[in-house]
Antibody, heavy 120, light 108 residues
Framework: EVQLVESGGGLVQPGGSLRLSCAAS????????MSWVRQAPGKGLEWVAN????????YYVDSVKGRFTISRDNAKNSLYLQMNSLRAEDTAVYYC?????????????WGQGTLVTVSS | AIRITQSPSSLSASTGDRVTITCRAS??????LAWYQQKPGKAPKLLIY???TLQSGVPSRFSGSGSGTDFTLTISCLQSEDFATYYC??????????FGQGTKLEIK
């Protein structure tokens, strides 16, 4: 059974940093692109970042470029999101999601999400 | 960037009704569109991909159609468990994606 379990969310002050983790199991993690998708309270879904199977390619939504870094450790079956210079508008539930394939880039499995709150 | 306009933003219907939700892309995206269902406090669930292909395990009352810029999700006979929020997502511009704004389907 495919499982994605996020952790690392919490309350952080504006300008602060946080590192999210996603533990994957039930599939060959190193064979899939992975993504982070977020959802602000009461709002819709927003794709945040993508990473290729070997970590050699990474893509970001414009609003987080230069502040967030996506990474992965295939030996640990884990995905990460390092978030720096956090702003109030980054407050959201952050989901880890598996991308089926490069050209069929929809999200077939999602984690339960972890809440990040940016507030003083 | 490709923009997706989803409508309506909310919809009231009764069990047994047939409902349709629409997504319009700002440019042609072929059939690179997926639909998701999200219930309160839960992660989204994939329903349909490639505009019209039903994900395994999804009931056949869900169907998708369209290509190019105009797409629809139809639920043919609403069940109580279908009241949720629905999102479309384009992946034509992979590896960057955009979602529609969502449609909240409520009980009338």
């Amino acid at each position: 059974e495919v499982q994605l379990v996020e952790s690392g969310g919490g309350l952080v002050q504006p300008g602060g940093s946080l590192r999210l983790s996603c533990a994957a199991s039930g599939f060959t993690f190193s064979s899939y692109w992975m993504s982070w998708v977020r959802q602000a309270p009461g709002k819709g879904l927003e794709w945040v970042a993508n990473i290729k199977q070997d970590g050699s390619e990474k893509y970001y939504v414009d609003s987080v470029k230069g502040r967030f870094t996506i990474s992965r450790d295939n030996a640990k079956n884990s995905l990460y999101l390092q978030m720096n210079s956090l702003r109030a508008e980054d407050t959201a539930v952050y989901y880890c999601a598996r991308v089926l394939s490069y050209s069929s880039s929809y999200f077939d499995y999602w984690g339960q999400g972890t809440l990040v709150t940016v507030s003083s | 960037a490709i923009r997706i306009t989803q409508s309506p933003s909310s919809l009231s219907a009764s069990t047994g009704d047939r409902v349709t939700i629409t997504c319009r892309a700002s440019q042609g995206i072929s059939s690179y569109l997926a639909w998701y269902q999200q219930k309160p406090g839960k992660a989204p669930k994939l329903l349909i991909y490639a505009a019209s292909t039903l994900q395994s395990g999804v009931p056949s009352r869900f169907s998708g159609s369209g290509s190019g810029t105009d797409f629809t999700l139809t639920i043919s006979c609403l069940q109580s468990e279908d009241f949720a929020t629905y999102y479309c997502q384009q992946y034509y511009s992979y590896p960057r994606y955009t979602f529609g704004q969502g449609t909240k389907l409520e009980i009338k």
